[in-house]
């Protein structure tokens, strides 16, 4: 039945109906839609309602819910009063904000500060490194990029058995390394996860472990795309590998790079599993991510309603981020075309 | 020389990047007692009492029997006082004590109970009344991978792992489906057809990659849990009928504006309707690009952990990322067991990175 209709010319353009003139006036006006792409809406049909149903629709509740107290049986208006107990009015001396809230930010801006820029330089030497002319290329980049394959919860059980204070292999190796007779200092190795310190450091030296994953693969690709005759030209100017890379390399990936950032912070703002597995947000709170202290409220406290706020809230920074990055990439971020000649 | 700089920091990068991966297969693969060696050991190794087979053993002969056999009483190794009936060829006599040559007897396995520093340790051999007191050097060790940690490991929890392994495929092979067909369904929509507030749209489409789950995490479970969808796989299958991913839509539209309109245009004159054009000349092109979506949706979906950790109740629907939760609840200081179970989630995917 569906295909009857779908076979019955909507076009007009049976070859009968419509020979070839029909085909180059059309061609003449590209941009003026004709009755065939009507079905264009058909098409576009499952991502309207999957919208309509999965992201607008909710994304308007939440906001509905964020102003009230809700704890998935009574629903009660509070106004501002989530955003107010968030930022500035609850906390032990009646006034400041909510303490969790604040450390779970600094907590969460700690770890993207460094996992992203840490990150990105690492997966950018990877592709360069991936980029140069070496036997066995294949095997090191399937290597490399293997660990990024490594689902999040069995990477984060993973890393607490190599980060385990006494018999971790971590701590064993800088054990090893720290009592060696040739070491400057005598140093102990930390307590990684259970310590209030390095807990954060931990989460960052475990995610820098996935740098061979699809950012690395965008890094390369944008590598590849480099023409030859740039660096012809840098090599006839005199210029060595290094002055290569800054002069070059560097500006001609820099909407890759820009890409890369952009998608880093989101994610780096949105970790949540490794927290949650590896230390439930401990030591006293020391790695407490946003995005766990958000699922906390709603799934551990059933206060909906402040979870909500923080969305909106992560929400709010994320868009600053982004529109920071969008305004300053136009000084660093160079595209091809636009600034030749 | 550059080259040479190159290969080892290639080599030395392989290196470090293998060593969490090495690690986790060296501990799933040892007892409980070596994954704490110290300095740590890589190859998975048991531990045997002294060999005994091939060398000469003092006897006292008790009786003849029927020639040629004989019983003897052992005078000397872990059978000490044992009386056994050997072959009257297997006794010799040296410096006038009778030997017995045994053969090989099964090898005792050996328990290390607990090792001190310097290398003595308390060991339990089974059949021993008391535990003995000996240098870690005077027993035998051999390769032993502990395969019977996975077979522990996998029925550890009340269900047995293939059970979240099947619950996990059955999500993610209908996401994968889902998102295949949908996804490459209105990217075609974009790339083919020329709508009012196409491009509108299409901004609008790509701006939700940006969009922090966490917006509508809450909403989306409060309408799952209005309709009775909690603990089912409805919640984590049926959004991905709807192209809810955009990266997926916009590299398939990508590919689709690559291919040649003529191609539709001959099929269209032959009398193809748009959705068999999609179907019959679009996707069989698009192979490689539909490959690397189902690829990418594969891993997005067996990864997932917050879905399931949200949606699902019941043991019984559990995918293998929220088992292991449990199970890490559960055996918490048992790595190796912990180990074998990380594999269990992490090879199905290796598998599929290197058949893809």
Same mark, same amino acid.
């Given at each position: ?51 309509l149903i999965?992201t607008a629709g909710p994304m308007i509740a939440s906001i509905v819910i964020s102003f009230t107290d809700y704890d998935m049986k009574t629903m009660r208006p509070v106004g501002v009063g989530n955003y ?214 709603a799934?551990?406290?059933?206060q909906m309603g402040k979870a909500s706020a923080m969305a909106w809230i992560?929400f ?26 | ?156 929890? @009340? +269900?047995?792992?293939? %059970?979240?392994? $099947? ?6 092979? #209908?996401?994968?489906? !889902?998102? /295949? ?33 966490q917006v509508t995490m809450i909403p989306l479970f409060i309408m799952?849990?209005k ?46 309707? @748009? +959705?068999?054009?999609? %179907?019959?000349? $679009? ?6 690009? #539909?490959?690397?979506? !189902?690829? /990418? ?60």
């Open positions: 039945m569906l295909d009857q209709t779908l076979e019955t010319p909507v076009t007009g353009l049976t070859p009968r109906a419509a020979p070839l003139p029909v085909w180059r006036r059309r061609k003449g006006r590209r941009n003026a839609p004709g009755p065939r792409d009507r079905w264009g809406y058909l098409f576009i049909a499952p991502w309207i309602a999957g919208f999965f107010a107990d968030l930022i500035w009015r609850a906390g032990p001396a009646g006034g400041h904000g909510d303490e969790q809230f604040y450390k779970s930010i600094w907590n969460t801006f700690f770890y993207a500060l460094f996992s992203v820029p840490l990150g990105l330089t690492g997966s950018l030497l990877l592709a360069v490194l991936l980029n140069q002319k070496l036997k066995g290329l294949s095997i090191f980049r399937t290597i490399y990029y293997l660990p990024s394959l490594v689902p999040a919860v069995a990477s984060s059980l993973l890393w607490i058995w190599i980060l385990q204070p006494d018999s971790g292999l971590l701590n064993q190796a800088l054990g090893w390394l720290f009592r060696h007779p040739l070491a400057p200092l005598h140093l102990t190795p930390p307590a990684w996860l259970q310590n209030e310190n390095w807990s954060k450091p931990s989460l960052i030296l475990m995610s820098l472990w996935g740098i061979g994953g699809s950012r690395m693969i965008i890094f390369l690709a944008g590598l590849q795309g480099i023409g030859d005759q740039y660096y012809e030209a840098a090599r006839i100017d005199g210029a060595g590998p290094f002055r290569t890379f800054r002069h070059v390399t560097l500006p001609l990936i820099t909407p890759v790079i820009f890409f890369n950032l952009v998608l880093g912070i989101i994610g780096a703002f949105q970790a949540f599993t490794q927290a949650y597995i590896m230390t439930g947000g401990g030591p006293n709170n020391s790695s407490l991510l946003y995005a766990l202290l958000l699922y906390q409220f799934f551990d406290r059933l992560l709010l920074i994320l868009l600053i981020f982004t529109l920071i990055q969008f305004n300053s990439s136009k000084k660093w971020v160079h595209y091809e075309g636009a600034d030749e000649g | 020389m550059k080259r040479l700089i190159l290969y080892i920091l290639a080599f030395a990068g392989a290196v470090i990047f293998l060593v969490p991966l090495l690690w986790t297969v060296s501990t799933a693969l040892k007892t409980r007692q070596q994954i704490f060696d110290m300095p740590p050991t890589w190859i998975p190794i048991a531990y045997r009492a002294p060999d005994s087979s091939n060398t000469m053993q003092p006897v006292t002969v008790v009786r003849k029997i029927k020639p040629p056999a004989a019983e003897v009483s052992l005078l000397a190794g872990p059978q000490l006082g044992q009386t056994i009936a050997v072959e009257q060829s297997a006794l010799t006599i040296g410096n006038g004590q009778e030997y017995v040559k045994l053969r090989a007897p099964e090898p005792v396995p050996a328990r290390i109970i607990s090792l001190f520093p310097d290398g003595l340790a308390v060991v339990r051999f089974p059949d021993a009344p008391q535990n003995a007191f000996m240098p870690l050097t005077a027993l035998q060790s051999h390769f032993a991978p502990q395969w019977r940690n996975f077979s522990a490991a996998w029925n550890s929890l @009340p +269900l047995p792992f293939h %059970w979240f392994l $099947l619950n996990t495929y059955t999500i993610t092979m #209908l996401n994968v489906i !889902g998102q /295949l067909l949908s996804c490459s369904l209105v990217a075609y929509g974009f790339a083919r057809f020329r709508f009012r507030g196409r491009n509108a749209l299409f901004m609008l489409l790509l701006s939700t990659m940006m969009l922090p789950a799952w849990s309709t009775r969808a909690i603990d089912t796989f409805i919640p984590l299958t049926l959004p991905s009928f709807f192209a809810t991913s955009a990266f997926s839509v916009f590299l398939l539209r990508q590919f689709f504006m690559g291919l040649p309109k003529e191609l539709d245009e001959a099929a269209m004159i032959d009398g193809c309707g @748009p +959705l068999r054009i999609w %179907w019959q000349i $679009l996707l069989p092109l698009s192979r490689p690009v #539909l490959i690397t979506v !189902g690829v /990418l949706t594969f891993l997005g979906s067996w990864d997932d952990f917050v879905g399931p950790l949200i949606y699902l109740d019941r043991l019984r629907n559990y995918t293998v990322s929220v088992a292991l939760r449990i199970f890490q609840d559960q055996y918490g200081s048992d790595y190796s067991l912990i180990m074998a179970a990380a594999l269990v989630h992490i090879v199905p995917v290796v598998i599929l990175f290197f058949i893809a």
